[in-house]
């Protein structure tokens, strides 16, 4: 157990110290950056889930005393699969950033403890002209939200995206970040 919370503390740390580079990075050009914003879609929050059937051992134990996963019954077996708990919120909204850009706004945030990775994928569709892309990636953190900005080159149209991915929290637990949706006009 001792050496399981080391490596945790250690991953963590090296996560914190990449994520301080990227940030500043980031701050940096930021900083040169003026985002005028054209049109901002409606946010869409949906509830995260329990990925039950991806949890084992005391994990899956801690779940199941939180009532987050089924539990066998003497009765009979209930089945490992995912289940609506009590696991936070995820969000995705498209703002229209002219030039044929759309700024993708996501986030999540935690009911049962800190989150300590995100991977997300963010597919989006433009239905003027046919163009479908995406943004993804995986991000290292310890807090009980989490939220990313990224652009995408969709050209000028009706661009709709959605999120899939998941959450894992300091304890193990998997969530899913349950597929948000989005929608907005792009202009050139």
Not at 13 to 19: G, M
Not at 43 to 64: F, N, Q, Y
Not at 66 to 74: G, I, T, W
Not at 157 to 179: D, F, K, R
Request: net charge positive.
């Amino acid at each position: 157990m001792y050496k399981q919370i080391r490596a945790l503390l250690i991953l963590i740390i090296v996560a914190l110290l990449f994520s301080s580079v990227s940030v500043a990075k980031a701050g940096a050009l930021e900083s040169n950056l003026k985002v005028y914003p054209q049109q901002t879609s409606t946010t869409i929050s949906v509830p995260m889930t329990v990925e039950c059937d991806k949890l084992s051992g005391k994990v899956l134990a801690e779940a199941r005393k939180r009532n987050l996963c089924p539990s066998s019954s003497a009765g009979g077996v209930t089945p490992e699969n995912i289940v609506v708990g009590n696991c936070g919120t995820a969000y995705l909204f498209a703002s229209n950033m002219g030039g044929g850009i759309a700024q993708f706004n996501m986030g999540a945030a935690s009911t049962q403890g800190a989150i300590v990775a995100v991977s997300y994928n963010t597919n989006w569709v433009n239905w003027n002209n046919n163009h479908t892309g995406s943004v993804s990636g995986t991000d290292y953190l310890f807090s009980t939200t989490w939220a990313r900005t990224r652009l995408a080159s969709t050209g000028a149209g009706y661009v709709t995206a959605t999120m899939s991915g998941q959450a894992t929290l300091y304890w193990g637990l998997i969530c899913s970040l349950n597929y948000p949706s989005t929608s907005v006009d792009i202009t050139n």
